[in-house]
């Protein structure tokens, strides 16, 4: 609420989306806004929101004229996590892997592979996700309505080829999957 107080900006509890937790927007006339999704657990909340609020920060001073995850915002964003960045916000182990982060932030904190999958030991509807690390090489899976075949893996993504089209992307190993059919191969 303080950070809302000392810099005013339209907030909306957003419903769940896929491709984002939460979001920032600036347009000419209109007050800058800051959503979050509405269904995160209570510590992705939090840091998703001050995520939002440094770049609410770093455009209320600077505009258009940096970029939206340069210097600027990893130091706006540096500066509001380190109050929270206790025991009385955060437990263990979560709070060591937000201290780590905080050294040089990533443009999305789900980015931080460590930090996400720490994040999902607290959120009970992640229990029973199959994550793309979990299948052995060869395997049909399914990221929303498309299929892909699981090939090797390149540090922290998996070269995957679409089912359909049989083109490779680069997704990330840790890429929740549906209706996975393993390759016993």
């Known amino acids: 609420m303080a950070l809302w107080q000392e810099l005013p900006f339209q907030f909306k509890l957003s419903p769940a989306r896929v ?5 920032f927007c600036a347009r000419p006339g209109k007050p800058n806004r800051v959503t979050v999704n509405k269904d995160l657990t209570p510590n992705a909340f939090l840091i998703t929101y001050v995520h939002e609020v440094a770049h609410h920060r ?5 505009g258009h004229r940096v970029e939206a995850h340069g210097e600027e915002w990893k130091q706006a964003f540096k500066n509001l996590m380190a109050p929270l960045l206790t ?5 263990e ?3 060591t892997g ?3 982060h905080m050294q040089n932030p990533k443009a999305s904190t789900y ?5 996400t999958a720490l994040l999902r030991q607290e959120d009970p509807r992640a229990r029973h996700v199959v994550l793309l690390s979990d299948l052995p090489k060869g395997s049909l899976f399914q990221i929303r309505d498309r299929w892909y075949v699981k090939g090797d893996t390149r540090r922290t993504r998996v070269v995957c080829r679409e089912h359909r089209t049989k083109r ?5 190993a840790d890429m929740p999957v ?3 059919q393993l390759s016993l191969l």
């Open 87 to 91: 025991e009385q916000f955060f437990a």
């Open 178 to 180: 549906a209706q996975a």
């Open 111 to 115: 980015s931080d592979a460590d930090v």
């Open 93 to 95: 182990p979560l709070l």
């Open 19 to 23: 491709t984002k937790a939460g979001d």
């Open 168 to 172: 490779s992307y680069l997704v990330p």
């Open 98 to 100: 937000l201290r780590r």
């Open 58 to 62: 770093v455009h209320s001073r600077y």
